[in-house]
Structure formats: structure tokens, C-alpha cells
């Protein structure tokens, strides 16, 4: 089990331009998440999926979009990056019934 | 709105000691509560999972508890090591199952 992986793991982006991040879970789990962790700020839910082909939004959703065709993939969309985005996204999935979280390893961006 | 605080913010122990770290949360209402490690610049790991039925769980040198009723939960950690220097971040998952994290005790032991 490779548990969840996160694509790519470090990317820098100009303002204005779009970029997906990928994160793809083994566990045929059906709840994932994807957070950002800024200093100070902690970790904040941007966006969730309760299954296939659902998605819902979190706590700082503006900015991003999500798609989750697959059961597997939970992707992550930024159509016009701006500074404020720059931060560490990490994505998540949850096991049922204990609700145990499985992180993966994050991906850098940094929006210049 | 489910809030989350770790106290304290930063702690410095001697190696050896045994030490107690600090989570409160403003909503009784949750399924459970977690405790992961971070070390820099890498992702979460989970230590300890506590359903809410639950008063305490244990692994190794590690020890949770919680007292929903007063909206607490403590990370015991006994015979502190160095390597057990890392930022240690509370979460509780409340509604759609969704976590809530502190803003975690960043942890250091001196050798």
C-alpha cells in the first residue's frame, strides 16, 4: 500500500497561472480532504469529497476548485494563482467506521 | 464553530523527562480526536486515534486522554527522548467528518 500520495511534491507558479494538484489514495477509502497549512494559521479544510463524484466546500474554499471522478483521485484546481495561495496543500482521506485521517506528504507551492 | 487551542505554544524539556501536552476544543459534539506528529518541513503522522466514547489510548511511550464533557484531551509522554522533538497537533472531527486542528506545541528535547 503506497497509503496517499500527493503530485508533485514542489511547484512555483507565477500570478495568473492554473495548476492541478494530484492525490491519489490505495485504501478505497470514500472521504478525502484537502487542507493548506500556513504559519499561524494551522491546517484549514479547503475542500472535501464524501465520495465519487461529490465534492463540498470547507473552510477557505474561494480560489480553488476540486473534481473527484474516481474513488481513488481527489484533485485540486488553482484557475489563476495569486500570492496568497502560496502554502503547503496537503490532502487527506479518512478510514470508516473509526474516522481514522491517513495525510499525505504535501506539495509546496509558492506563487510568485 | 468547533475551535481547537493547544496549549502551550512551544515547550523545552531536559531528555527523560515526562511531559504533558494540552488540547481543549469549544464543542463537546465529536466523534472523535486525534493527535499527530510533524516534523519540519514533512507531513502528519498519526500517533493516537480517541473515539468519543473512549477515555484514553495508548501506544508505547504515548498516552491520551480525553474528557469530552469539559472539552479536554492531553498527550502524556513519558521518558522523553530527542527524537521526539516535532511539532504535536490536536484535531477533532466533528460534522462530515471533518478535522479541526490546534495550532499545535511545537516540542523540544535538549540531549
Known amino acids: 500500500n503506497a497509503g496517499v500520495t500527493q503530485t508533485p511534491k514542489f511547484r512555483v507558479l507565477k500570478t495568473g497561472q492554473s495548476m492541478t494538484l494530484l492525490c491519489a489514495q490505495d485504501?478505497?477509502?470514500?472521504?478525502m480532504y484537502w487542507y493548506r497549512q500556513d504559519p499561524g494559521m494551522g491546517l484549514r479544510l479547503i475542500h472535501y469529497?464524501?465520495?465519487?463524484?461529490?465534492?463540498a466546500k470547507g473552510e477557505v474554499p474561494d480560489g480553488y476548485n476540486v473534481s473527484r471522478l474516481k474513488k481513488q483521485n481527489f484533485l485540486l484546481g488553482l484557475e489563476s494563482a495569486a500570492p496568497s495561495q502560496t502554502s503547503v496543500y496537503f490532502c487527506?482521506?479518512?478510514?470508516?467506521?473509526?474516522?481514522?485521517?491517513?495525510f499525505g506528504p504535501g506539495t509546496r507551492l509558492t506563487v510568485l | 464553530k468547533q475551535e481547537v487551542t493547544q496549549i502551550p505554544a512551544a515547550l523545552s524539556v531536559p531528555e527523560g523527562e515526562n511531559l504533558v501536552l494540552n488540547c481543549s476544543f469549544t464543542?463537546?459534539?465529536?466523534?472523535?480526536l486525534q493527535w499527530f506528529r510533524q516534523d519540519p518541513g514533512k507531513g502528519l503522522t498519526s500517533l493516537l486515534l480517541?473515539?468519543?466514547?473512549?477515555r484514553e489510548q495508548t501506544s508505547g511511550r504515548l498516552n491520551a486522554s480525553l474528557d469530552k464533557s469539559s472539552g479536554r484531551s492531553t498527550l502524556y509522554i513519558a521518558a522523553s527522548q530527542p527524537g521526539d522533538s516535532a511539532t504535536y497537533l490536536c484535531?477533532?472531527?466533528?460534522?462530515?467528518?471533518?478535522?479541526?486542528f490546534g495550532q499545535g506545541t511545537r516540542l523540544t528535547i535538549n540531549p
Open positions: 487527506a482521506s479518512i478510514k470508516v467506521p473509526n474516522n481514522e485521517q491517513f
Open positions: 485504501m478505497n477509502h470514500e472521504y
Open positions: 469529497s464524501v465520495g465519487e463524484g461529490t465534492t
Open positions: 464543542d463537546s459534539a465529536i466523534y472523535n
Open positions: 480517541i473515539q468519543s466514547s473512549q
Open positions: 484535531a477533532v472531527v466533528s460534522g462530515a467528518q471533518k478535522l479541526v
